[in-house]
């Protein structure tokens, strides 16, 4: 499932957690996904800002609208957070959608076609 596993990160719709690299249970996000709504996952990679690396910025949309967002880096439990190795830009990033109960899913790659204007987003 996208968000257990070595580099990847994920928000669960069943219960709005998010999970990078994490497999026991993911941190608090936002509301659980409603039918009918539309969402969107995205990053922002920014190759200065950092002394041992790019500045990696995750972020949410429900409807074209932020919902909220955080850094890659943000400060993590030693003993039960795994290492972010893989999502800081380096290496290819590619993606993988997980389904729960009767939903259909449409993957738009093409900025165009997003609800969502980059230019929105906000740096964390």
Do not use: Q
């Amino acid at each position: 499932m996208p968000g257990w596993h070595r580099g990847s990160l994920a928000v669960h719709g069943d219960d709005g957690h998010r999970f990078v690299n994490d497999r026991w249970g993911g941190k608090d996000f936002m509301a659980e996904f409603r039918r009918g709504d539309t969402y969107g996952i995205g990053m922002t990679l920014a190759p200065e800002g950092r002394d041992d690396g790019p500045r990696v910025g995750i972020f949410v949309t429900r409807n074209g609208d932020l919902v909220d967002g955080w850094d890659l880096y943000e400060e993590t439990d030693a003993e039960g957070d795994l290492p972010v190795t893989g999502l800081e830009g380096f290496h290819d990033l590619s993606c993988a959608v997980g389904t729960y109960d009767g939903v259909s899913v449409e993957v738009i790659l093409n900025p165009a076609m997003w609800k969502f204007r980059a230019a929105d987003v906000v740096e964390y």
